[in-house]
């Protein structure tokens, strides 16, 4: 077996491990979100997941054009995704200020754990918190960055180690990305506020899962990549 | 400064404002037919034996379905272009005027063909709660759902086409996105999605759905599915709420989707500059890698900026405030 395929499956395996962990540290509100009833983004985990890892992986396109510094090219997917993630927590909090006059407050802790300000006495009865607080903002640029980061490293490796063309490529890097993040959304179960959230301490089952998935789609990607005559 | 930079730079404004029209309209294309998270309340409505006169289309989620109708959008334009542009050689705009429209009219179809049959089938469904199909709300709202829809397909696809031209456009074909057009429209159209679904949605569920409930408070579970029904005149349908969310919610939306358009191609075009990559394009050297260093630098930078801004906001919001003194 030549040495490049187990480059190849091993980054996939690493990307998609990080797209896990990343959908776990988004601040994903979904529907409660929308009406203020729930800490978070007002949407679900899969398509907050997917808007700020093609906003990186666009950004990782592009530097890749000047660069064939792994390092460089995935490192500028997670800032994209970064930036993504947050301009959207921001103008969200925003929005809640100033056209619903809601506080952000974080409803799974009492004290926020970054800033040590009450939660509790800010919250609406009978909400799960609303908005996105401090924490939950910090949680969620980290799971811009590394989300961003696996799926820049997917798309260099299907592009420079597998040979794709630069299509193909980000479409197999956002098919296996979207597995992932599929899998952590069944293992958050609605909504996840970030590191801080009990939910959080579910995450080695979906990382079991996860590896399993993105070890699959490794063997694919190389399958494809030595029958379609590129490796 | 050479021309073709400066051209460069040009163009990314104009992606920029284009993608502010684009995520505005997105917004409130899915308030006028409540599509994404806050139609679950609309859902719920007839449930606890709310009858309204809400339109009511959930075709699937906001980016999904917007990333649908660009890539539609984006194929048949695509396809009109590798058709048209040899018939005006040196003049391929011309071809791009005819191909982007009639692109997006095939997908503002389908998009009023879905929102259609979903509008139909979902309150068919509540046949049990006694909910009609009012028809006046079905004819009524097919029109400025397919205008909203086009506006926001048209301007995705013109970024999508500006995009994978810009090189061509400013003078330097080598300086092409790698995708294609039809690409560059799904990943815009879910990312248009994603922030619409995720930022705007917040004005209509947690402010105008819930218009008759305390402001400044989040909305309580039981007010769930209990929307305002009634306008400030007469029963209150999805035209009243894409009026209200025109005024804050849809320009607050597309300025996040600006926002973010401007800082990913502002970053990568102000590292190009800085680490001496343009305008002749060396590409794979050290000059490459700092371009790089310096879009990842630049990037940074925005994400500490808005991290603080974010820190100062909420500070001041929750002081402003102060806690909450209701029952």
Redesign the interface.
């Given at each position: 077996m030549e040495p490049v395929i187990l480059l190849i499956v091993g980054y996939v395996v690493i990307g998609g491990l990080l797209a896990c962990v990343a959908a776990h540290l988004l601040p994903v509100g979904g529907a409660p979100a929308a009406m203020g009833t729930a800490t978070g983004i007002a949407t679900g985990t899969v398509q907050i997941m997917l808007g700020a890892a093609m906003t990186g992986l666009f950004t990782a396109a592009s530097v890749d054009t000047y660069t064939d510094s792994l390092l460089l090219v995935t490192l500028s997917g997670a800032v994209g995704a970064t930036v993504m993630i947050c301009v959207v927590m921001f103008m969200a909090n925003i929005i809640y200020g100033f056209g619903a006059g809601v506080v952000p407050v974080s409803g799974r802790v009492d004290v926020d754990p970054i800033t040590k300000e009450p939660q509790a006495p800010y919250k609406t009865p009978q909400c799960d918190g609303h908005g996105v607080p401090i924490v939950v903002f910090v949680s969620g640029s980290l799971g811009g960055f590394i989300g961003g980061f696996g799926g820049a490293l997917m798309y260099y490796t299907l592009l420079n180690y597998a040979h794709f063309s630069a299509g193909t490529a980000a479409i197999g890097a956002i098919s296996i990305f979207v597995a992932n993040a599929i899998l952590a959304a069944y293992n958050i179960r609605g909504t996840i506020e970030g590191f801080h959230d009990p939910k959080f301490k579910r995450l080695p089952y979906a990382l079991v899962a996860s590896f399993a998935v993105s070890l699959l789609c490794g063997i694919v990607v190389s399958l494809t990549a030595v029958l379609g005559g590129t490796l | 400064m050479p021309i073709e930079v400066v051209l460069l730079f040009a163009w990314m404004l104009v992606i920029a404002f284009l993608a502010f029209i684009a995520c505005t309209f997105e917004d409130l294309e899915s308030d006028m037919g409540s599509q994404?998270?806050?139609n679950?309340?609309v859902q719920l409505a007839a449930q606890v034996g709310q009858i309204n006169r809400f339109f009511n289309k959930a075709i699937s989620?906001?980016?999904?379905s917007n990333a649908m109708y660009c890539v539609t959008a984006g194929t048949i334009a695509w396809i009109l272009l590798m058709q048209l542009e040899p018939l005006v050689p040196g003049e391929e705009w011309k071809a791009a005027v005819l191909a982007i429209p009639i692109g997006v009219l095939g997908a503002v179809v389908i998009n009023i063909i879905f929102s259609t049959t979903s509008h139909c089938g979902r309150t068919a469904a509540m046949k049990r709660f006694e909910q009609p199909i009012y028809l006046d709300v079905l004819y009524g709202h097919l029109m400025p759902i397919g205008a909203h829809a086009f506006m926001t397909t048209f301007c995705i696809t013109c970024i999508a086409y500006i995009q994978s031209n810009i090189g061509t456009l400013s003078g330097n074909p080598a300086?092409d996105?790698?995708?294609?057009l039809p690409?560059l429209g799904f990943?815009?159209g879910?990312?248009v999605?994603?922030?619409g679904?995720?930022?705007?949605?917040?004005?209509?569920?947690?402010?105008r759905?819930?218009q008759d409930r305390p402001?400044?408070?989040?909305?309580?579970?039981?007010?769930?599915g209990k929307i305002t029904r009634y306008a400030s005149c007469g029963i209150r349908t999805q035209r009243d709420i894409a009026g209200f969310c025109a005024k804050?919610?849809g320009p607050?939306?597309g300025?996040?989707f600006g926002?973010?358009i401007l800082?990913?191609n502002w970053?990568?075009l102000v590292g190009?500059q800085l680490g001496g990559?343009l305008p002749n394009?060396p590409?794979?050297t050290a000059i490459?890698?700092m371009?790089?260093?310096w879009?990842?630098v630049l990037?940074?930078l925005?994400?500490a900026a808005?991290?603080v801004?974010?820190?100062i906001?909420?500070k001041w919001?929750?002081k402003k405030?102060g806690?909450?003194v209701?029952?």
């Open positions: - | 994404s998270n806050p679950s309340q989620g906001e980016p999904l300086l996105h790698p995708f294609a690409l990943i815009w879910i990312t999605g994603s922030i679904s995720s930022t705007g949605d917040v004005h209509y569920g947690t402010e759905e819930f402001f400044g408070e989040g909305k309580r579970v039981v007010y769930h804050f919610g607050c939306t300025m996040t926002l973010i800082f990913t970053t990568t190009m990559f394009l590409a794979f490459g890698d371009a790089a260093i879009t990842i990037g940074l925005i994400v808005l991290a801004g974010h820190l906001f909420v919001v929750r405030c806690p909450f209701g029952e």
